[in-house]
């Protein structure tokens, strides 16, 4: 007999209306297997692409609107509102904290971080919308109205946009 080296378990299941004869018998039994799947693909950052560059270059860029002087960040390519192509601005990476959720699961994106971790919408100083990204500090010290500020790391890390996090701004 041949051997399943990743079988969990086989098993035969009951017919749940009880029929008598079962017109699924043969086809109760039940064979349960664990597969590992991994995949490895290309992805482009394209219009995004001068973002994450100066990410490791350690400014932080967003994007205005010529027409309306809308600010975007993160960044938009076009104006939603006028179609019109935007241009790349630097900002300070000074902000306040808007929102926030405290998370207590590890995730798959961020192995390296370890919960609770907090997630925040923070408003920067010179945007007009807000950015969702890690904070670190303790759950216990973020609030509405945090001082936030963009901080860089040199990696190794996976995707350019783990080069940054928001800490508490303390000066």
Known sequence: ???ITNKL???????PLGRQ???????REIEIIELQWAQTYRHSLGKYSRFFVELENKRFLA???????????????VCPDHL???????????G?????????HPSAMVPYIQPPYVLAYVRLEGADTLFAHLLRCSPAEVHIGLPVQVVYY?????????L???EPDNG
């Open 1 to 3: 007999m041949a051997t």
């Open 9 to 15: 378990i086989r098993l035969t299941a009951a017919d």
């Open 21 to 27: 004869p079962d017109p699924w018998a043969s086809f």
């Open 63 to 77: 994007t205005r609107c010529p027409i309306c002087s809308q600010v975007w960040a993160p960044p938009r390519p």
């Open 84 to 94: 019109a192509i935007t241009e790349w601005v630097e900002l300070s990476g000074r």
């Open 96 to 104: 306040r904290v808007e929102s926030f959720s405290i998370l207590h």
């Open 154 to 162: 040199e990696g190794p890390v996976a995707h350019p946009i783990h």
């Open 164 to 166: 940054m996090a928001f």
